[in-house]
């Protein structure tokens, strides 16, 4: 089965809602679905977590620019070796409302959330997607930009 | 003096005036930037200067509406500013009372019995000899009437008294042992990547009238400044107000060194303890609160007078940790927190931190 059909296949099952997991090479991808159908996904959370750790400081230079599939451009907000992570968020210039995307990186997992800000904090959001913008992101989540070691 | 009283109400005026736009003030970095080592100037755009007004004299130079017709003669439009800055200066310490009765602060109490001791020269005593600059004028004059009534001398008639060498008395100072009232206050900040300038900006705005309102309370007050990002060190002030690094957040590596530098320097029994740490709330892991509240819990708070934690948001809203520390210890008197929307809540957010009077 190829990676594209694992995803469909994946989305398939959870059209009313629920967690779609996919097993690639090398990675293993959780993704919190709120709704699909044959064309669109309605997401909560997606988790990618590799079979290595990320190189935090490549991921920091390479994602901004290979990561186009969500509503906003990202920007690095914290790029932390010392710790393994790092956390990359919508760039403020592209945001349209109280809402941003938040990428979170902690040593082999990768985490994309939507959060909206509101006067008591920040509250997990919903986005959509196309399947085809979703496959895009996987694939760009599963490489930071390193060479293999 | 009529000069000291017209003074005084032009300072009451003045004060006022500060006192209504103290939001204003204390929202914007002006003043801070404006201190100087003991003076802050403050620029007061409206203040109304006092001009001479004409009585009714029955001659004199008229002025009217005048009678005409036409286009009339003027001057172009003139290149200065059209409004006159008045700049009044204050003590830091005036402006921190100006503080305290706007939000209606109450006195700050020091916690038990200092053991700590300082010594005062205190001008309670009266001696023989001295400089003339401390005579003391009724001492001297008693001293020389009660001569002058021993020795018959003296004439009801015409009470004149001259005192003479030995009448002279002076002002002089007593060593006085008291209990020194000393406070350290421990600033710490979150300058990671998240903390842009704006938030640091807002830092350094609340710094300074919360530094103002405790040193307004205490002879001896030190302070030291922490910054960090995964990693904590000590700066001095400048360094602490310009940093920005680009690391993540872990917000235990603060308090873990505010802790050390505490245990070494501050012994709790001697020093009230002010640790105030500001962040955005972003905290790297659920597993460095947990640490966090911990060495809050076991050394900080316990320690101190009150932990005080502002919680600035970034563009990106508010994050997590106030809403940990709040769900922790809600049942805390001493720990006491504080969010900060923007720059116009600034105000609210001191009057939220010193509103305990610790």
Known sequence: ?149 | MRIDRDLGRFRDIVRGKVRRDLRKHMSSNELVGKQGKKLVSIPLPQIGIPRLRYGDNKKGVGQGDGQGEGPGQGQEAGDAPGEHLLEVEFTVQELAEIMGEELELPRIEPKGESQAQTTKNIYKGIAKTGPESLRHFKRTYRQALRRTIASGTFNPERPVIVPIKEDKRYRTFVPETRPRSAAVILYMMDVSGSMGQEQKEIVRAQAFWLDAWIRLHYEDVETRFIIHDAAAREVDRDTFFRTRESGGTLISSAYKLAIEILEKEYPREAWNIYPFHFSDGDNWSKSDTQLCIQLLRDKLIPWSNQFSYAQVDSQYGSGQFIKDLEGTFVEEDKVVTSRVPSRDAIMDSIKTLLAAGR
């Open chain 1, 1 to 149: 089965m190829t990676p594209r059909d694992a995803i469909d296949l994946a989305l398939d099952g959870v059209r009313a809602g629920g967690t779609a997991q996919i097993e690639g090479a090398g990675t293993q991808t959780e993704i919190e679905v709120v709704e699909s159908d044959r064309l669109g996904v309605k997401v909560r959370r997606i988790r990618v977590e590799r079979d290595r750790a990320y190189d935090v400081e490549a991921l920091g230079d390479r994602w901004p620019k290979t990561v186009r599939q969500l509503p906003d451009r990202l920007k690095p907000v914290e790029i932390e070796p010392r710790l393994g992570g790092a956390t990359l968020r919508s760039d403020p210039e592209d945001r349209v409302d109280d809402t941003f995307m938040e990428v979170e990186v902690r040593d082999r997992a990768a985490e994309v959330q939507r959060q909206r800000t509101t006067p008591a904090g920040r509250e997990a959001s919903d986005w959509s997607m196309t399947r085809e913008q979703l496959r895009g992101l996987l694939d760009a989540l599963s490489e930071d930009g390193a060479e293999e070691p």
